[in-house]
């Protein structure tokens, strides 16, 4: 059996190498980490999965960025251990995550990843988000939490102010 938590600090280097396991080595050079230096993820939405023996298997951060001045949620990184992939631990993370983003009135989510997967939890490409570069537009996505929240939504996303 898994749970899910917040993650409290004393998860983060646990969960970093989590991430350097399942990413390609370099994952930090990637144009989404220059969106996240400086800046805490989101707290209430930043979850750790753990098995009924405390250990680690996936977790899921978020970062607050803008959209053309908008606010918006950036889901990311996402990782399920390897030996743990494929029970739907991942779809897991992703599903409550989103619902505690609504709940806490959180309007409007993107990512970066492969549309393949998250077409599944709803996320559409964004037309119009520039994501700073080098980023493929195929790999802009988005999904509203609210009714046509990403309605008229474009721009460059960029870093809290
Ligand atoms: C992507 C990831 C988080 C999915 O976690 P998971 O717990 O294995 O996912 P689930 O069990 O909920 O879903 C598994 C399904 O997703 C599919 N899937 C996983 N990664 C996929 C991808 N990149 N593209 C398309 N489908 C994918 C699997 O084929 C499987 O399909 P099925 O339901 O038809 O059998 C996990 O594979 C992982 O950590 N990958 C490495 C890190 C990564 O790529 N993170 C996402 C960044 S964009």
């Known amino acids: ?15 970093e190498a989590l991430y350097d396991l399942c990413f390609a080595p370099g994952r930090e050079a990637l144009s989404s980490y220059r ?6 993820p989101v707290p209430e939405l930043s979850l750790v999965a753990r098995d009924a023996d405390g250990v680690l298997a996936g977790a899921i951060r978020f970062w607050p960025v803008l959209v053309g001045g908008r606010r918006a949620l950036l889901l990311g990184p996402v990782a399920v251990h390897p030996t743990r992939q494929g029970e739907g631990l991942g779809g897991l993370l992703i599903r409550d995550s989103l619902e505690r983003a609504q709940a806490l009135g959180w309007d409007r989510v993107m990512l970066v990843g492969d549309a393949p997967y998250y077409a ?3 996320f ?4 119009g988000v520039e994501m700073p570069p080098p980023t493929n537009p195929d ?3 988005g999904r509203a939490l609210c009714d ?8 460059r996303v960029t870093r809290p102010t």
């Open 1 to 15: 059996m898994v749970e899910l938590a917040q993650e409290h600090d004393d998860d983060w280097w646990e969960v």
């Open 139 to 141: 790999r802009v996505l």
């Open 35 to 40: 969106l996240r230096d400086g800046v805490p």
């Open 148 to 155: 046509g929240a990403w309605k008229g939504v474009t721009g």
């Open 120 to 122: 599944r939890f709803g």
């Open 124 to 127: 559409v490409r964004l037309d």
